[in-house]
């Protein structure tokens, strides 16, 4: 862009410069202020076209820099996001090892008290029996 306005002005000063005439006319000092006002224009222009190009390139780069650091805000997000989800696959993991575990204790309480129950049962019978074995006793015992 810098380029372009430099051409523009070298350009505008050729043309600007008076071409020698052997005579003077009355318009030669018109000609030559219109130039001097096309050439006042043209480097008001360029100093116009210059600072909406600094503007932009300032307002560019400034872009670019937030555009960085989204970009890193992102990635640390990202990062976050994927630490989340292991976390979150190991506490699975972990839940269903927990569950498996109170699963087969679970089991195992229920055979222990299907023994304990029938251990009961067996003690009780045998209490029985035991009753009829000492009555039978008592009664043989006794004098007939």
């Not at 018109?30 to 390139?57: C, D, I, M, P, R």
């Not at 045998?126 to 009753?131: A, G, I, S, T």
Request: glycine share 6%; with cysteine.
């Amino acid at each position: 862009m810098p380029v372009l306005m430099l051409s523009l002005l070298c350009a505008l000063a050729t043309v600007a410069r008076p071409a020698p005439v052997a005579s003077t006319s009355s318009s030669e000092p018109a000609q030559h202020e219109e130039l001097t006002l096309l050439f006042h224009g043209a480097l008001q222009l360029s100093q116009a076209l210059n600072g909406v190009y600094k503007t932009t390139e300032a307002q560019l780069t400034e872009a670019g820099d937030s555009l960085g650091l989204y970009g890193q805000a992102l990635g640390l997000l990202g990062q976050e996001v994927s630490q989340g989800q292991d976390a979150a696959q190991e506490l699975r993991a972990s839940l269903l090892e927990m569950q498996a575990h109170a699963d087969k204790q679970s089991h195992i309480v229920w055979a222990l008290r299907g023994h304990v129950q029938r251990q009961r049962q067996e003690m009780v019978a045998q209490q029985q029996q035991l009753r009829q074995i000492q009555e039978r006793l008592h009664m043989a015992a006794l004098p007939a």
